[in-house]
């Protein structure tokens, strides 16, 4: 049953963070475990239909999200990181891991998430020219902590940050080459969210209306 559901998560973002928890307790599972997977089937079957809507009309524009969940993990205390990539207007790439090592502090846990992201954005900018697509422009990353948005401007390294030193050089090289543009975005409307924590089902229905994830079962 996970394996089908890491299959699904291809081509539906809304299941990655249920299918992230899930795999993870595959080698001692129980009846709980067991039951969250039937409930993401039941959401499964309760929107058969849902899928992405790639506009003709939209820009060839990359936009990023990136967020991340602090010390989320009850057993080891990692942090999850996730993205998602938008062109134009629909999402084409998105993510969900959980980090190599602990993080001291929430700001170094989305430091760590830029870095994450900011790896799959010059992938996308390669594969991009690749097929004769220039994208002059640096593309804008959305981040909700205005803490590690700090850090990727300022040169400077301070005590709290030097266990994030090479991603503060990979992450602030991009930023003064004028590959991404960081900017904050309001937590509320942060979409990669979805891809970290459990929400509630208005906070998690706007976000998925955000990223063009729409029911697309025609009209009866």
């Given at each position: ?50 899928g992405i809507l790639l506009r003709s009309d939209s820009d060839l524009r990359v936009t990023a999200y990136c967020d991340s969940d602090?010390?989320?993990c009850p057993i080891s205390r990692r942090s999850v990181s996730a993205y998602i990539v938008q062109l134009g207007q629909s999402p ?89 543009a960081t900017e904050h975005i309001k937590t509320k409307e942060q979409p990669a969210d979805l891809l970290t924590k459990a929400l ?21």
């Amino acid at each position: 049953l996970i394996g089908r559901l890491i299959y699904l998560t291809f081509t539906r973002p809304d299941l990655c963070y249920t299918v992230h928890v899930l795999s993870q307790c595959m080698q001692k599972r129980r009846q709980d475990h067991w039951d969250a997977a039937l409930r993401t089937v039941r959401y499964i079957k309760g929107s058969p239909s849902q899928g992405i809507l790639l506009r003709s009309d939209s820009d060839l524009r990359v936009t990023a999200y990136c967020d991340s969940d602090w010390n989320t993990c009850p057993i080891s205390r990692r942090s999850v990181s996730a993205y998602i990539v938008q062109l134009g207007q629909s999402p084409i790439s998105w993510k969900t891991k959980k980090q190599k090592t602990v993080s001291m502090s929430s700001a170094e846990a989305e430091y760590r998430a830029m870095a994450f992201t900011l790896k799959e954005l010059k992938w996308i900018k390669q594969l991009l020219a690749a097929f004769g697509i220039r994208h002059d422009q640096p593309m804008r990353l959305f981040c909700d902590s205005k803490p590690a948005i700090y850090i990727a401007a300022d040169p400077l390294f301070h005590e709290r940050t030097k266990h994030v030193e090479s991603d503060c050089h990979f992450v602030r090289d991009a930023d003064v080459e004028k590959l991404i543009a960081t900017e904050h975005i309001k937590t509320k409307e942060q979409p990669a969210d979805l891809l970290t924590k459990a929400l509630p089902s208005t906070t998690f229905a706007y976000l998925l209306s955000k990223l063009e994830i729409h029911n697309l079962s025609p009209p009866t």
